[in-house]
């Protein structure tokens, strides 16, 4: 998850659950671009991390404006034979923390702001294997337009982004070449995305998409 404290500043709060070194290296090529930074460790599931991460944004950066929360895991098997364990580990990342997030992020961000969730297009691809993931996501695609109505009167935006094939190490993580190449190639522009690719579509909804506003905006370069 990333708390952003203003809307034209470098991003200064990232959080992570278990890579702090891939945080601290985002956080250097900030600070190395004349950006503001920090970094905190926190699982989005637990109510009491979330807090802590909201008090340190407010109290290092004086409020929040954007809320990008991207955390999520993905864990593969056909329905038949998913284990119910992996199935209650992703529903405590995928919704139980996305539910968290945005309960503090209702309260914590200022108006003008914007709270950007994210989603997946592997619903529409329907790729077998993603059953539970999916469903998972689902549950972000739901919450996003009725956070936007609760919100009614408080100037903040809530939308959500469903990446498609997207080359991070997420996606690639246990995936052959010719799986990876073979992906590429559904996509009409015929490649992955990049993280390049999504992080437009962050900046465009925490800045200048205002009217853009309870929606789950696909990125996947039309593979979907």
């Not at 959080?15 to 600070?31: C, F, K, L, Q, W």
């Not at 460790?41 to 004086?62: H, I, S």
């Not at 034979?81 to 992020?105: C, K, P, S, Y």
């Not at 094939?165 to 190639?185: H, I, N, S, W, Y």
């Given at each position: 998850m990333t708390a952003t404290a203003g809307?034209?500043?470098?991003?200064?709060?990232?959080?992570?659950?278990?890579?702090?070194?891939?945080?601290?290296?985002?956080?250097?090529?900030?600070?190395?671009?004349?950006?503001?930074?920090?970094?905190?460790?926190?699982?989005?599931a637990e109510e009491t991390d979330v807090a802590a991460l909201?008090?340190?944004?407010?109290?290092?950066?004086?409020?929040?404006?954007?809320?990008?929360?991207?955390?999520?895991?993905?864990?593969?098997?056909?329905?038949?034979?998913?284990?119910?364990?992996?199935?209650?580990?992703?529903?405590?990342?995928?919704?139980?923390?996305?539910f968290v997030v945005n309960q503090h992020a209702a309260h914590r961000v200022r108006g003008g702001g914007a709270i950007i969730n994210f989603s997946t297009s592997v619903g529409k691809l329907a790729l077998p294997t993603y059953t539970a993931y999916a469903?998972?996501?689902?549950?972000?695609?739901?919450?996003?337009?009725?956070?936007?109505?609760?919100?009614?009167?408080?100037?903040?935006?809530?939308?959500?982004?469903?990446?498609?094939?997207?080359?991070?190490?997420?996606?690639l993580d246990g995936k052959d070449q010719e799986t990876v190449d073979r992906m590429a190639r559904q996509a009409p522009l015929e490649r992955l995305g990049v993280p390049e690719d999504i992080a437009e579509a962050v900046a465009f909804l925490a800045g200048p998409g205002r009217w853009v506003n309870g929606q789950t905006f696909d990125v996947n370069g039309g593979i979907a």
């Amino acid at each position: 998850m990333t708390a952003t404290a203003g809307r034209n500043t470098a991003t200064p709060g990232k959080a992570t659950a278990g890579n702090p070194d891939r945080a601290d290296e985002v956080v250097a090529t900030i600070r190395k671009n004349s950006g503001n930074a920090t970094a905190a460790q926190a699982d989005v599931a637990e109510e009491t991390d979330v807090a802590a991460l909201f008090d340190t944004v407010e109290r290092e950066y004086g409020g929040i404006d954007v809320v990008v929360h991207t955390a999520g895991i993905v864990l593969l098997a056909p329905l038949a034979e998913l284990e119910l364990d992996d199935l209650d580990r992703m529903h405590r990342t995928n919704i139980r923390g996305t539910f968290v997030v945005n309960q503090h992020a209702a309260h914590r961000v200022r108006g003008g702001g914007a709270i950007i969730n994210f989603s997946t297009s592997v619903g529409k691809l329907a790729l077998p294997t993603y059953t539970a993931y999916a469903a998972s996501k689902g549950a972000v695609d739901a919450l996003t337009p009725i956070l936007v109505k609760e919100l009614r009167g408080r100037d903040i935006t809530v939308n959500a982004l469903a990446p498609g094939p997207t080359a991070t190490p997420l996606f690639l993580d246990g995936k052959d070449q010719e799986t990876v190449d073979r992906m590429a190639r559904q996509a009409p522009l015929e490649r992955l995305g990049v993280p390049e690719d999504i992080a437009e579509a962050v900046a465009f909804l925490a800045g200048p998409g205002r009217w853009v506003n309870g929606q789950t905006f696909d990125v996947n370069g039309g593979i979907a």
